[in-house]
C-alpha cells in the first residue's frame, strides 16, 4: 500500500532548525518528483519545495537560501532541511510524491512545525 510518513516537525525558537524526513512506500520511487507542501491556519497550502526524479530543485522564494530539499533513491526518503527558521514558517507540513509519468499523487499525514518569536 502506497503511503508517505512524515517526522520531524516540532516546537523551536526563531533563527532555529529543523529537519523534516518523508519516507515513501511506493513502487519505483525514482520516478516520483517529490516535494513538500505547507499550510497555515487560515491559509491555503502551498508549495515549498520540490525535487525532480532527475534531482532538480525548486523553491517558494519566502525560503529560498534557508531551506533545502535532498531525496536519497536508495533509501526512498526525502528531508527538507529548514535553517534560520522565522514565525511566519509555521503551519503543517506535508510530504508529496507525484508520478513523473502517470501522474498518481499521494500525500503524508503532515507533520507540525511551529516556530516561536
Known amino acids: 500500500q502506497e503511503q508517505l510518513v512524515e517526522s520531524g516537525g516540532g516546537l523551536v525558537q526563531a533563527g532555529g532548525s529543523l529537519r523534516l524526513s518523508c519516507v515513501a512506500s511506493?513502487?519505483?520511487?525514482?520516478?516520483?518528483?517529490m516535494a513538500w507542501y505547507r499550510q497555515a491556519p487560515g491559509k491555503q497550502r502551498e508549495l515549498v519545495a520540490q525535487?525532480?526524479?532527475?534531482?532538480?530543485?525548486n523553491y517558494a522564494d519566502s525560503v529560498k537560501g534557508r531551506f533545502s530539499i535532498a531525496r536519497d533513491n536508495a533509501k526512498n526518503t526525502v528531508s527538507l532541511q529548514m535553517n534560520s527558521l522565522k514565525p511566519e514558517d509555521t503551519a503543517v507540513y506535508y510530504c508529496?510524491?507525484?508520478?513523473?509519468?502517470?501522474?498518481?499523487?499521494?500525500w503524508g499525514q503532515g507533520t507540525q512545525v511551529t516556530v516561536s518569536s
Open positions: 525535487i525532480t526524479d532527475r534531482g532538480n530543485t
Open positions: 511506493l513502487s519505483t520511487f525514482s520516478a516520483y518528483v
Open positions: 508529496n510524491a507525484d508520478h513523473r509519468t502517470f501522474r498518481w499523487v499521494y
